[in-house]
T-cell receptor, first 113, second 110 residues
């Protein structure tokens, strides 16, 4: 499989629980992006990594959110103390550089009850 | 701050019709503009990427144009088919991250 993969595809959790999502980018891509999409809206940027370095974080990324990309390979996005407003599709994308095409994974749909 | 707008929000056409989707952006200092397709509940599929130095790109029945001076891009779909029904998103990149419009939801009726 040469595409971007995300796991899990769906997650239902109760308010206040912690959740963690994983993204595996295309193997030679050194940039990895996280976006969030709510119903009827376009995706919004959350954060991105160049190799293992997290270079930019959106103001949407509150202190309950943390992302890592150890060794510049896969990335994880953790949400602590989930709230109902966190319910959304979380999308991961990878690319070989800032001016090049971004390839998206299938997304993780989070529902907070 | 880059803002991206797509018009119309929804479009319904009969099969076989040629159609144009519009995308406008406020900051012309872009690296590139990318068009995506999204099926309900799914991720994004990249359709076309236009670099800032290019005017258009073509793939099959799809043609995307870019006019940086006016802050506009269009996606032309020729001979539409029911399988083209989906949401189409455009996204502008100034610093690498993508800024998306809200999308145009297209329905092609048989």
């Amino acid at each position: 499989d040469t595409g971007v993969s995300q796991d899990p595809r769906h997650k239902i959790t109760k308010r206040g629980q912690n959740v963690t999502f994983r993204c595996d980018p295309i193997s030679e891509h050194n940039r990895l992006y996280w976006y969030r999409q709510t119903l009827g809206q376009g995706p919004e940027f959350l954060t991105y990594f160049q190799n293992e370095a997290q270079l930019e974080k959106s103001r949407l990324l509150s202190d309950r959110f943390s992302a890592e990309r150890p060794k510049g390979s896969f990335s994880t996005l953790e949400i602590q103390r989930t709230e109902q407003g966190d319910s959304a599709m979380y999308l991961c994308a990878s690319t070989i550089g800032g001016i090049y095409e971004q390839y998206f994974g299938p997304g993780t749909r989070l529902t907070v009850t | 701050k880059q803002e991206v707008t797509q018009i119309p929000a929804a479009l319904s056409v009969p099969e076989g019709e040629n159609l144009v989707l519009n995308c406008s952006f406020t900051d012309s200092a872009i690296y590139n503009l990318q068009w995506f397709r999204q099926d309900p509940g799914k991720g994004l599929t990249s359709l076309l990427l236009i670099q800032s130095s290019q005017r258009e790109q073509t793939s099959g029945r799809l043609n995307a144009s870019l006019d940086k001076s006016s802050g506009r891009s269009t996606l032309y779909i020729a001979a539409s088919q029911p399988g083209d029904s989906a949401t189409y998103l455009c996204a502008a990149s100034n610093t690498g991250k993508l800024i998306f419009g809200q999308g145009t939801t297209l329905q092609v009726k048989p």
